[in-house]
């Protein structure tokens, strides 16, 4: 029981598949400019998609994101607004550098930031929801594999952006022009320094939305509880500096030795959890925190000869979380169940909250082009105006605008052309794109519950997994046909590569949770 980190990994690769083939779908819209199905699909997107299946698959979303406290849906809300900017300035990426460097270099900038920066913040910022810091992972030998892995996946990402610039700059020099016809290498990495680090401020805004999870599960454990007879009370989430503070004091009573020389309110549950401190340890701790780890140490100790319900519960990242599956186990509750119906959809959400955060940036853009391109109109129209008719849009893999969509033609060169726009196609073809970008993330939230403590990993997997199918969609689409052997060898190389780095930041998740290689093959073969 607890985290199958190849699942995890199974579920981002998902999460890339969906990511890879959105734009699919929006082929075949016709005579729609870009901001107005791209608006469309977005509202799928952001706003159906996230509260209907966060309705269906959870419990009460609307009280669990009501009880959150200002800050946390603040910092999830505004990160998501920080990766709609960087989305929207993707295109500014593709057109100075071209889409195959591009791409590269943005989404290994957004790699790097979103996985590493979490982990690093949280050695300044102990409230950062994230569980160990950066130094504390480096310093076990899982996590220097899991690290390892992030690092080969960067590699592989430097490897296929390095096939794109092969790839680009074999290109026959008219076709060069017409593809990268403004290519400035200063301005696009500078560009796509800012998009990289804008788009990883979904990596961000999920961590900031770590608490939302948390009660979301919580809450779904306490209605089956109340359901089946079970009376449980949720105490609240402790203040984080606080319960550090009385672990500090705990440690200097005696228990230094057990906690080490930087002894955290983490530690102390994980040393309780391991057995390393027993509840008689903790018994004299007084004030209202002291007697809630000392209850809970008591409980867990009548429960941890259950295997698989104590890697369920040492796994719960938060707590409240924790007294109160503990309290369900002791009353009789099966919380193996409970955890195997809920806990893939514990992070839904929390996409309501970020997803609502880009939704704005983007609604915000594609309103003010609507108004300058005088589009808004093709929402309701049965049919195109003249001056729209010989209109291109395009939207790349991140919906970024390319600026020549949406600039009026000569309306003397659509004169004969067939104005009339299929409406209910567009809206399906566009739900369809919405509602397939709108899993990614899903797939995401789905895989993030299985990688245990390098959950940190999960934005580097889900962008190496961007790019292998991002690439597959590629090769389909014979964006590669005409490049040379080097160029073809490279980017197969890069998906290899990027490839194992997935295998890597697995294996090294299941060695944080004491799996040996052997259990691994059983893991995988059964």
Same mark, same amino acid.
């Given at each position: 029981?607890?985290?199958?980190?190849?699942?995890?990994?199974?579920?981002?690769?998902?999460?890339?598949?969906?990511?890879?083939?959105?734009?699919?779908?929006?082929?075949?819209?016709?005579?729609?400019?870009?901001?107005?199905?791209?608006?469309?699909?977005?509202?799928?997107?952001?706003?159906?998609?996230?509260? $209907?299946?966060?309705?269906?698959?959870?419990?009460?979303?609307?009280?669990?994101?009501?009880?959150?406290?200002?800050?946390?849906?603040?910092?999830?809300?505004?990160?998501?607004?920080?990766?709609?900017?960087?989305?929207?300035?993707?295109?500014?990426?593709?057109?100075?550098?071209?889409?195959?460097?591009?791409?590269?270099?943005?989404?290994?900038?957004?790699?790097?930031?979103?996985?590493?920066?979490?982990?690093?913040?949280?050695?300044?910022?102990?409230?950062?929801?994230?569980?160990?810091?950066?130094?504390?992972?480096?310093?076990?030998?899982?996590?220097?594999?899991?690290?390892?892995?992030?690092?080969?996946?960067?590699?592989?990402?430097?490897?296929?952006?390095?096939?794109?610039?092969?790839?680009?700059?074999?290109?026959?020099?008219?076709?060069?022009?017409?593809?990268?016809?403004?290519?400035?290498?200063?301005?696009?990495?500078? $560009?796509?320094?800012?998009?990289?680090?804008?788009?990883?401020?979904?990596?961000?805004?999920?961590?900031?939305?770590?608490?939302?999870?948390?009660?979301?599960?919580?809450?779904?454990?306490?209605?089956?509880?109340?359901?089946?007879?079970?009376?449980?009370?949720?105490?609240?989430?402790?203040?984080?500096?606080?319960?550090?503070?009385?672990?500090?004091?705990?440690?200097?009573?005696?228990?230094?030795?057990?906690?080490?020389?930087?002894?955290?309110?983490?530690?102390?549950?994980?040393?309780?959890?391991?057995?390393?401190?027993?509840?008689?340890?903790?018994?004299?701790?007084?004030?209202?925190?002291?007697?809630?780890?000392?209850?809970?140490?008591?409980?867990?100790?009548?429960?941890?000869?259950?295997?698989?319900?104590?890697?369920?519960?040492?796994?719960?990242?938060?707590?409240?979380?924790?007294?109160?599956?503990?309290?369900?186990?002791?009353?009789?509750?099966?919380?193996?169940?409970?955890?195997?119906?809920?806990?893939?959809?514990?992070?839904?959400?929390?996409?309501?909250?970020?997803?609502?955060?880009?939704?704005?940036?983007?609604?915000?853009?594609?309103?003010?082009?609507?108004?300058?391109?005088?589009?808004?109109?093709?929402?309701?129209?049965?049919?195109?105006?003249?001056?729209?008719?010989?209109?291109?849009?395009?939207?790349?893999?991140?919906?970024?605008?390319?600026?020549?969509?949406?600039?009026?033609?000569?309306?003397?060169?659509?004169?004969?052309?067939?104005?009339?726009?299929?409406?209910?196609?567009?809206?399906?073809?566009?739900?369809?794109?919405?509602?397939?970008?709108?899993?990614?993330?899903?797939?995401?939230?789905?895989?993030?519950?299985?990688?245990?403590?390098?959950?940190?990993?999960?934005?580097?997997?889900?962008?190496?997994?961007?790019?292998?199918?991002?690439?597959?969609?590629?090769?389909?689409?014979?964006?590669?046909?005409?490049?040379?052997?080097?160029?073809?060898?490279?980017?197969?190389?890069?998906?290899?590569?990027?490839?194992?780095?997935?295998?890597?930041?697995?294996?090294?998740?299941?060695?944080?949770?004491?799996?040996?290689?052997?259990?691994?093959?059983?893991?995988?073969?059964?």
């Amino acid at each position: 029981m607890g985290a199958n980190p190849f699942l995890g990994v199974f579920f981002h690769w998902l999460g890339g598949l969906a990511s890879g083939s959105f734009y699919v779908p929006y082929k075949g819209v016709k005579k729609w400019s870009w901001e107005t199905y791209w608006l469309v699909g977005g509202f799928f997107s952001w706003i159906i998609c996230p509260w $209907v299946l966060s309705s269906l698959l959870t419990h009460n979303v609307v009280g669990v994101l009501g009880q959150q406290s200002g800050s946390t849906l603040f910092w999830t809300y505004f990160f998501g607004a920080m990766w709609g900017f960087g989305g929207l300035t993707f295109g500014l990426t593709m057109r100075y550098l071209g889409m195959s460097l591009g791409m590269g270099v943005a989404l290994g900038y957004c790699a790097a930031f979103g996985t590493l920066m979490p982990p690093i913040f949280k050695v300044f910022i102990p409230s950062v929801p994230v569980q160990e810091t950066i130094v504390q992972i480096a310093s076990t030998r899982p996590g220097q594999i899991t690290l390892g892995g992030v690092a080969v996946c960067l590699l592989g990402i430097a490897i296929a952006a390095l096939a794109g610039l092969t790839k680009e700059r074999e290109m026959p020099e008219e076709q060069k022009k017409k593809a990268i016809a403004e290519f400035n290498f200063t301005k696009g990495i500078l $560009v796509a320094t800012f998009s990289g680090i804008m788009s990883a401020g979904f990596s961000f805004a999920l961590t900031a939305g770590g608490p939302i999870k948390a009660d979301s599960l919580k809450a779904c454990f306490l209605h089956e509880a109340a359901a089946r007879g079970v009376a449980i009370q949720d105490k609240g989430r402790l203040d984080p500096i606080a319960a550090d503070k009385a672990a500090v004091d705990l440690a200097a009573l005696g228990l230094s030795a057990k906690l080490g020389v930087k002894p955290t309110f983490g530690r102390l549950i994980e040393a309780i959890e391991n057995g390393t401190v027993t509840s008689m340890d903790v018994a004299s701790s007084g004030g209202g925190i002291g007697e809630r780890w000392t209850a809970y140490a008591t409980g867990f100790e009548k429960i941890k000869t259950n295997q698989d319900l104590a890697t369920i519960i040492k796994d719960l990242k938060d707590f409240s979380l924790k007294e109160v599956a503990l309290g369900i186990a002791l009353g009789g509750g099966d919380v193996i169940a409970l955890h195997k119906k809920y806990d893939l959809w514990q992070g839904l959400p929390v996409l309501v909250v970020v997803l609502l955060g880009g939704f704005t940036t983007n609604f915000v853009w594609c309103v003010l082009l609507n108004l300058k391109n005088r589009s808004g109109y093709q929402y309701f129209a049965s049919h195109l105006r003249p001056e729209h008719a010989a209109l291109v849009a395009s939207a790349n893999a991140h919906g970024s605008v390319d600026e020549n969509a949406g600039a009026a033609k000569s309306a003397a060169s659509s004169v004969g052309a067939n104005l009339k726009i299929p409406v209910l196609a567009n809206y399906l073809f566009s739900a369809l794109a919405g509602t397939t970008w709108y899993f990614q993330f899903f797939f995401y939230q789905m895989g993030t519950t299985q990688m245990g403590k390098f959950d940190f990993a999960s934005w580097t997997l889900h962008m190496a997994s961007i790019i292998i199918f991002s690439t597959i969609w590629g090769w389909i689409f014979h964006e590669w046909k005409g490049a040379s052997r080097k160029a073809h060898g490279l980017i197969a190389v890069g998906i290899a590569t990027l490839i194992l780095s997935t295998v890597v930041i697995g294996y090294g998740t299941l060695r944080n949770g004491g799996q040996t290689l052997h259990d691994v093959i059983k893991m995988v073969f059964g």
